[in-house]
């Protein structure tokens, strides 16, 4: 199995869960963003998704029959303000990874999609099969990158299943992983950062959302629990299952505030805050139905509640407050 992005924050914990389920782990990145010490499994292979002569032959000598594909860029503003990288990485590199494995035989893709190619939601829980119109330019690389899977599986025969991830969070339960993004936009990072003394405070994104408190409503889903849904889509693409996708989160639904105080309680002070003006493009409220990932796969995350989360979370950042920079 071949996973590009394994060294990333989601791919490190992909490899590490197919490590334990016993698969032969090939891992694929370019170390732009990810960590060779976050790679715990598998074998690693320093490469570009744009360089195909690499990827053909990591593919062949391999003997790689699946590939699960999280390599790409995921910052929401980063995305607005330079759509040539976004468009490039994400979905111009993505085709070439598509092109190559149909050149070595391969037909099965795990792809890692997102809730943001929703957009602003007319009703939640999000179904699948609600409309998509992606409010910032990550969103629409993986949208168009869906749409160019449907377009290979009817034209040459491809499987894929995507996965639509809602707010991945928490760290595996080792705290030997998990999340350093630098620099660090999503919010549990950032909020157990300041309970560290790294930040002054955390700056609230918007406090006039409609909503119970005012402030954005997101459904944080373990990151383990999302690793091992990429194992259950690959064991079912090699059962010969049709192509789908399918939303992942915890069906429930936490406003920013309520992270924050999950998090002092978890950390055991109080966390300073700051309110702020909205960030563009966030939309109110994004909680999932994972109904059919549950019912088609059997997924059912372990990680079902908030608190859980936010202390596996707890336990990487306290131990490594530098994250894989000290070691
Ligand atoms: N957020 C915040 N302050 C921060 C970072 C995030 O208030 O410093 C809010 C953000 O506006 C959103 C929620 O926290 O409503 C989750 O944001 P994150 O960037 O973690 O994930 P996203 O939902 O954008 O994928």
Redesign the pocket.
């Known amino acids: 199995m071949l996973v590009t992005g394994g060294a990333g924050y989601i791919g490190s914990h992909v490899v590490k869960e197919l490590t334990i389920a016993g698969h032969d782990v090939v891992v694929y990145d370019n170390l732009s963003k990810g960590h060779r010490e976050a790679v715990r499994g598998g074998t690693f292979i320093h490469g570009d998704l744009a360089d195909k002569g690499l990827l053909r032959e990591t593919m062949r000598a391999h003997g790689v029959d699946v590939v699960v594909h999280l390599a790409a860029d995921t910052s929401?503003a980063e995305s607005m303000s330079n759509p040539a990288v976004y468009y490039q990485n994400n979905v111009v590199n993505g085709l070439t990874l598509l092109d190559t494995m149909l050149e070595c035989g391969v037909k099965r893709i795990v792809f890692s999609s997102s809730a943001?190619v929703y957009g602003e939601p007319e009703k939640v829980p999000i179904t699948e099969d609600a409309s998509k119109r992606p409010t910032n330019v990550y969103g629409e690389t993986k949208l168009v990158f869906e749409g160019i899977l449907a377009a290979y599986d009817r034209a040459y025969g491809l499987k894929y299943i995507s996965l639509r991830y809602f707010?991945a969070a928490g760290a595996d339960e080792s705290g030997e992983i998990g999340e350093d993004h630098n620099p660090e936009?999503?919010?549990?990072p950032?909020v157990l950062q300041t309970a560290l003394g790294q930040r002054p405070y955390?700056?609230?994104?918007?406090t006039d959302y409609p909503t119970r408190d005012g402030?954005?409503i997101?459904d944080y889903i373990h990151v383990s629990d999302l690793a091992v849904a990429h194992i259950l889509a690959a064991e079912a693409l090699m059962n010969g299952v049709p192509s789908n996708v399918y939303n992942l989160g915890n069906e429930s639904g936490h406003s920013?505030r309520e992270v924050v105080s999950v998090a002092e309680k978890v950390v055991g002070h109080k966390i300073p805050v700051r309110e702020a003006g909205r960030?563009p493009g966030?939309p109110a409220v994004?909680v999932a139905s994972s109904e059919k990932i549950r019912r088609d796969l059997g997924w059912r995350p372990r990680y079902a509640n908030l608190e859980d989360i936010v202390a596996s979370a707890w336990k990487w950042h306290s131990r490594h407050p530098r994250g894989y920079e000290a070691g």
């Open positions: 929401v943001a707010n936009t999503q919010l549990i950032i955390l700056e609230i994104y918007g402030t954005c997101r920013v960030r966030d994004l």
